[in-house]
């Protein structure tokens, strides 16, 4: 038996394409290319003994990526001499894969039930479509030139059966002689006609006849649709912990979602963004607050539980306290973190001494443990062991630094001293569970899809970073290189991912953590998903941002100065140049103080800093001096370039901005002109396909773990091959109209955006829109001027312009335009904060931040604010939102 595999895919040089195939075993087998749209490859097989069942295509480029399509394909054994296999390239990227997320699900009504596929012995052509979110009493329907596709006339055409979620087909004959041109539709079931066609020109199969018994099937991925008629929906974005309600203690809680989503159903808001919420306790003080740093990838923050919701009887004199704690925490205009985590962690032991035994024997507790046991365990005796010994650095833990599985199982069991220490973990943890799952269970009822965050990083004192060492390099920092956010850049303090350890076993930590999300979550924002194709890599023995380099990253040889006719000195490129003008301009009059304490000279007008004050830890360590201790943070940052460690002096990475240090002005300009064109090659040219390579490999991984749509914040330094990596996999990206991604331009119209992409006009790493319009007047000016005509803006963010700045993302091509709360709020001038500063979430520049920022109105005053509430429903409506 013949099968011709005959693929569109439009191939540029260096690429080419292979058919993968499974008989007894996998083969791969290069195709033969037909033209920039087409690739072919025609193969033998014995129907009895080799015909493969599975197949798919997979691209190959010169950089080494390798592609594979979104989806398998297979081989249904046919009464045919030959099989041509039509098939059009399936990517990940298609929006109807978008459409069969979980996101979707939650918000667009899901067919059923499906249908088989009747075929007769005549027919010689079976055609496949998928498509997804085809509207109520509507089918797909196919329509072309010849008489059996009904000729063009649309009372004529084939209707398409869906025999599973989104896949459609239909089985006719059709003539092999003649090129078949044709199009889908859609069919009106009640009309019993076709309503309209796709867009594009017409597909086209030319003539294909090669044998009596032959058989054609076409796949193809995608219904051509019109733009203005893609689904789109508007949600709003808001940490739990910034929820007010007069249930909440002190804090927003898991609870609290319920009232957010049926004000945002009335609204017309079709999803709920929140920030992570896993547990960070591990300091026991305000620092904790910092929502990105978990010490579980797994485990719930206790701060969000709502006691009131516990099944059980509360003790004597409990109510009375709690709802004392309540009047007072809640009177508070910021989260007072110590005093509402100081309230709950004694609240629930109370509760759990006074109810263990019943708790211990329930059923919840017993299949929570049991279906969570791989993480829960571990997370438990962390927790234990934590407070024992009052801090969370593990390397503390006397015998117990290292991690023993079978040790730390040994807490779970009835007679182990700590069992009801590790008991009490696991029941919050199956509380929140249910707390979690219940509130999901109640937007999904409203039609309205919840959205969750993932850190890029995980805490050095960690769960995770205990049991897993092998996964992390604990001797690197996490960070982001300088921004607009942070002209130092920023040292998150997490440890890096070893990929090369993750890969073995096929990225099982990231899958797991996947897989946990999307038990809660419908959609979520992949925090700094630059990291998957580099992260940027601070050494341990430094602090500042702005001393890091990416990783991985191609580095600079050596003998590539010489090359490009640079005479590299080491001392001068790779230690702080130290001259006199630039200390007396960083120290002023201390400079003589720190010439004493810290400095040596090397020579007249030339200093080097002490051994004990070389790094930037050792400075922080050693000087107390604020000012000095900045100061000297400065004068260990002014370098060109870092040695790679061990390489001998042979390899090196540029300093991120380089250009802005003394040491760089000093230099002759010949030797200024060949360094910035280093570096520009470095960063922005020569690291592209090596960075593309790994975000392949990464990142299908994480896509293909579960059906939760997926958003990139793709904000920063983006390399060049970054859209089109997430663009091919169907990821989201965020467009931010005060930070566009085009160097040409100084703001983003959210109305030239693209259909995979979420629009927003600000995020919680920046001020509000109110808060940002009063901080550089001449910046406001300008944008007033270009995005909104407004010649002479005020100096204050009115409710009307604030309105235009909404409506203009609500009018984004983009699938969905998600919107601070605070950001809405600020239409209506009598609703909104009298304080716009107060509104900050986070300023990634201050580290650490105490993240604190709660509603200044309770949800239950949203719910009655309807003045607001109709306007932003008509703004909503009038968008097709």
């Known amino acids: 038996m013949k099968i011709v595999f005959r693929v569109n895919y439009h191939t540029v040089l260096g690429q080419s394409l292979w058919l993968i ?293 509360m003790p004597v004199g409990f109510l009375s306290e709690i709802e004392v704690a309540r009047a007072q925490l809640n009177e508070l205009h910021q989260l007072d973190y110590e005093a509402v985590m100081s309230v709950k962690w004694k609240l629930t032991r109370q509760i759990f001494t006074a109810h263990q035994e019943v708790i211990l024997a329930g059923d919840r507790y017993q299949i929570f443990l049991e279906k969570n046991r791989e993480w829960l365990i571990p997370y438990a005796a962390f927790c234990v062991l934590r407070d024992h010994y009052g801090t969370a650095d593990f390397s503390r833990w006397e015998e117990w630094k290292d991690y023993d599985r079978k040790r730390v199982a040994g807490l779970s069991e009835n007679d182990h001293p700590d069992f009801s220490k590790a008991a009490y973990y696991i029941w919050l943890q199956c509380e929140l569970d249910h707390q979690l799952t219940s509130v999901v269970d109640h937007l999904h009822r409203k039609g309205i899809a919840l959205k969750g965050d993932l850190p890029i990083g995980i805490d050095r004192r960690s769960v995770d970073a205990w049991s897993l060492p092998h996964l992390f390099k604990m001797d690197a920092q996490a960070g982001a290189p300088p921004d607009d956010f942070a002209v130092k850049g920023q040292n998150w303090g997490f440890p890096t991912y070893d990929w090369e350890v993750m890969r073995r076993d096929g990225y099982a930590w990231w899958r797991g953590r996947f897989e946990q999300l999307s038990r809660y979550f419908d959609a979520y924002r992949i925090d700094h998903i630059l990291g998957f194709f580099r992260i940027w890599q601070v050494p341990t023995n430094q602090v500042e941002g702005i001393m890091g380099y990416f990783d991985p990253a191609l580095p600079i040889h050596i003998d590539e100065f010489s090359e490009r006719g640079i005479d590299f000195d080491f001392d001068r490129f790779c230690k702080p140049y130290l001259l006199e003008g630039f200390l007396k301009m960083r120290f002023g009059k201390k400079l003589q103080s720190v010439k004493e304490k810290h400095l040596d000279v090397v020579c007249p007008g030339l200093y080097q800093l002490r051994e004990e004050v070389f790094s930037q830890r050792q400075i922080m360590e050693f000087v107390s001096d604020e000012e000095i201790r900045d100061g000297l943070l400065d004068c260990a940052s002014n370098v060109l370039f870092f040695e790679v460690p061990n390489s001998k002096g042979k390899l090196f990475h540029p300093r991120c901005m380089m250009q802005t240090t003394s040491s760089y002005e000093m230099l002759d300009t010949r030797t200024q002109e060949k360094l910035r064109e280093l570096y520009v090659d470095y960063f922005f040219s020569c690291q592209e396909d090596f960075w593309q390579a790994h975000g392949y490999e990464k990142l299908p991984a994480m896509r293909r773990a579960s059906s939760m749509l997926l958003c990139g914040e793709d904000l920063g330094m983006v390399p060049n091959c970054v859209p089109d990596v997430l663009k091919q996999l169907g990821i989201l990206s965020l467009e931010i109209q005060r930070m566009p991604k085009s160097a040409e331009s100084e703001f983003l119209d959210p109305r030239k955006t693209s259909y995979l992409s979420v629009v927003s006009p600000s995020t919680h790493d920046m001020p509000t829109l109110r808060a940002w319009w009063r901080e550089d007047a001449e910046l406001t000016a300008r944008f007033a001027k270009q995005m909104l005509n407004i010649a002479s803006p005020e100096s204050d963010l009115s409710g009307e312009v604030a309105r235009q700045i909404i409506l203009q993302h609500l009018e984004s091509p983009a699938m969905w335009a998600i919107f601070p709360l605070q950001d809405l709020l600020a239409i209506d001038e009598q609703l909104r904060h009298p304080a716009p500063e107060m509104e900050r979430i986070n300023v990634p520049s201050i580290m650490p931040f105490n993240w604190r920022y709660r509603m200044h109105l309770s949800l239950e005053q949203l719910a009655k604010a309807e003045a607001f509430s109709a306007m932003l429903k008509k703004m909503i409506g009038h968008s097709r939102r």
């Open 21 to 313: 195939y499974t008989d007894r075993e996998t083969k791969a087998v290069p195709m033969q290319w037909l033209n920039h749209e087409q690739w072919e490859v025609s193969l033998d097989f014995d129907r009895e003994k080799n015909l493969p069942t599975v197949y798919h295509y997979q691209l190959r480029q010169q950089n080494g990526v390798k592609l594979d399509e979104w989806l398998p394909r297979s081989i249904i054994p046919k009464a045919t001499d030959e099989l041509l296999l039509l098939d059009t390239w399936c990517s990940a990227g298609t929006v109807d894969y978008a459409f069969e997320t979980d996101a979707f699900k939650a918000i667009l009504p899901q067919r059923g039930p499906f249908q088989t596929l009747k075929t007769s012995s005549h027919d010689n052509h079976l055609f496949q479509l998928r498509m997804a979110s085809v509207p109520a009493d509507h089918v797909p329907c196919l329509i072309g030139n010849v008489h059996e596709l009904g000729g063009w006339d649309w009372c004529s055409v084939v209707p398409l059966l869906e025999i599973a979620p989104n896949v459609w087909k239909a089985s006719l004959y059709l003539p092999e002689d003649i090129d078949l041109e044709y199009k889908y539709g859609l069919f009106d079931c009640h009309l019993r006609r076709a309503v309209s066609l796709e867009c594009g020109e017409n597909r086209i199969i030319p003539s294909r006849r090669y044998s009596s018994r032959q058989m054609t099937v076409v796949s193809d991925e995608g219904y051509r649709r019109d733009g203005t008629e893609l689904p789109k929906g508007a949600g709003v974005a808001i940490p739990i912990f910034s929820l007010r309600s007069q249930s909440g203690l002190g804090v927003g809680e898991i609870a609290d979602l319920k009232l957010l989503a049926d004000w945002a159903k009335n609204v017309g808001l079709k999803l709920i963004q929140i920030l992570p919420i896993n547990d960070t306790t591990s300091s026991f003080d305000w620092t904790d607050s910092y929502p990105y740093s978990a010490i579980s990838i797994f485990a719930l923050h206790p701060i969000y539980l709502r006691l009131d919701d516990l099944d059980y009887p």
